[in-house]
């Protein structure tokens, strides 16, 4: 079965307080997509890679890849107006063949390991589809009265998702007619179901975190050297 993985890095970095896109900032020493993208050649060796860029950043991906001396096989692709039409961008460069998993992950998803990739697709195929959560740690309040909620069925939802290609391009056709510019969906699991797809979820990672804030380049350096 051939797997591919989309790599969404669409962010503008506006949350992190710099001009430098947040997918393009230093995590030890390497830009944080070096990282993402190192992680699925190292779990699936022979993966086909498709990186979603906006297009006035496709000049500073190639210029990152000369300056850090950064060599990958993968196929840029020019990102569209949300996340929902960057990821129906990824997958219009899969062949239309039934026999195709695809993983898509969130690009400033730098720590993400290759076990959780590995399982994320094994335990797919082309009925369902799967998706990595965590339970959540911390008290959760309604933001309107402050009333606990119960989160023990209450799970963050995290990337790679993987599922059968053709019915995720088909669940991305079915919705553009629902929401063309994808606004309603959050994540391509909201994408799967709405569509009527089947989904399972298995246990994700901690440290599978995503890059948002300054703060979490500071977390994710701790959790590198913790490592190491």
Excluded at 75 to 93: A, C, H, P, Y
Aim: proline residues 4%; aromatic residues 8%; contains cysteine.
């Amino acid at each position: 079965m051939k797997r591919f993985a989309i790599i969404v890095a669409g962010g503008s970095g506006q949350r992190m307080g710099g001009d430098v896109p947040k997918q393009f900032m230093l995590l030890n020493g390497k830009p944080i997509l070096f990282h993402t993208l190192s992680a699925f050649q190292k779990a699936i060796p022979d993966i086909n890679l498709i990186l979603v860029l906006p297009k006035n950043e496709i000049e500073t991906w190639r210029q990152c890849c000369e300056n850090y001396q950064m060599v990958f096989s993968v196929q840029i692709v020019e990102g569209g107006l949300t996340r929902f039409e960057s990821v129906d961008n990824g997958l219009k460069m899969i062949p239309n063949e039934a026999d195709i998993l695809v993983a898509v992950h969130d690009g400033v998803r730098p720590l993400v390991s290759a076990t959780l990739i590995q399982k994320c697709f094994s335990e797919a195929n082309l009925e369902v589809g799967v998706v990595p959560v965590t339970k959540l740690k911390e008290t959760i309040v309604s933001a309107n009265n402050l009333q606990t909620v119960d989160r023990e069925n209450l799970r963050s939802v995290q990337t790679p998702q993987v599922f059968s290609a053709k019915y995720l391009k088909d669940a991305y056709q079915f919705c553009k007619i629902l929401d063309p510019l994808g606004k309603e969906f959050t994540d391509d699991s909201s994408v799967f179901l709405k569509s009527g797809y089947k989904l399972k979820s298995v246990e994700g990672e901690y440290s599978n975190i995503k890059i948002t804030t300054p703060e979490d380049i500071i977390f994710a350096e701790a959790l590198i050297r913790g490592k190491e």
